[in-house]
């Protein structure tokens, strides 16, 4: 099988073992609580988050934690085959795509200097090594690859990190995973 196979079949498997984790709410808490205390989040001014979607790390807490402490913070929205980040206010500033995810609305503004802040990174499966599987699009890699930042965090449950997970060469790797009982 080639990777992309490998990498299609995990995370449809990755998924479903996702998608079974009970108590959610109180482990994305916990994730929020080890974020905040790293030196990456207390040290940026800018934090480009992901709004969560179905059974993802719930991002509320860290989007309005962020904000509340004066941080600028960031959503994305998929335009084409492209992501960008746009600043927003509070979470009200956000509408629902055509998939069902909230993006920032058409008068939010664009991020265009990314120099101090820090990603918050969903993904469908992590490894020890800090590699990552997304949903299959490459939106994150290649926003990383085109965008220096302080940090590229993953946040996961920690059911969601393997021994090893397929990846190829343009995977970009996580600066650290945090999940509800470690960080790696």
């Known amino acids: 099988m080639s990777i992309l196979v490998d990498k299609k079949s995990f995370r449809k498997e990755a998924v479903k073992v996702r998608n079974s984790i009970e108590n959610r709410v109180a482990k994305s808490d916990e994730i929020a609580m080890r974020l905040c205390q790293t030196e990456y989040y207390n040290n940026a001014s800018e934090i480009l988050c992901y709004a969560s979607y179905r ?12 904000l509340h402490e004066g941080k600028a913070v960031a959503l994305p929205k998929v335009e084409g085959d492209k992501m960008e980040f746009y600043y927003i206010h509070s979470l009200e500033d956000t509408n629902i795509s055509e998939m069902g995810i909230r993006e920032p609305a058409d008068n939010c503004d664009k991020v265009t200097d990314t120099g101090n ?19 299959g699009g490459g939106f994150y890699d290649r926003y990383l690859s085109a965008h220096k930042v ?35």
């Open 150 to 184: 302080k940090a590229a965090i993953g946040i996961a449950f920690e059911e969601q990190v393997y021994d090893a997970i397929p990846h190829d060469e343009y995977d970009i790797k996580m600066d650290i995973i945090i999940t509800d009982e470690r960080i790696y």
């Open 55 to 66: 059974s993802e790390v719930i991002t509320d807490t860290i989007i309005n934690k962020a």
């Open 117 to 135: 802040a820090i990603v918050i990174v969903p993904g469908t499966s992590f490894d020890y090594k800090r590699n990552r599987n997304g949903y």
